[in-house]
């Protein structure tokens, strides 16, 4: 699965760090998130749109949804 995470925060001007402590997980995961090398559970994805003020599907990118 692709996402924006990481397009979108850095449009807003927010660290890795920053991001990472508001969502109650660690830098690392917010990196592997970003270079889609980690799928998040669904209430990461859910906190993670929330934060952006966004729906799941403004931030994640599913596969099946690229073929149509």
Not at 25 to 32: D, E, F, G, M
Not at 38 to 64: C, H, Q, R, W
């Amino acid at each position: 699965m692709k996402n924006k995470i990481e397009q979108i925060r850095k449009e807003r001007g927010i660290l890795q760090d920053e991001f990472a402590k508001a969502l109650g997980v660690s830098r690392q995961t917010i990196s592997s998130l970003e270079n889609g090398r980690y799928n998040p559970s669904i209430l990461l994805a859910y906190k993670i749109a929330k934060y952006f003020g966004m729906t799941i599907e403004d931030v994640f990118i599913f596969e099946e949804e690229e073929q149509l």
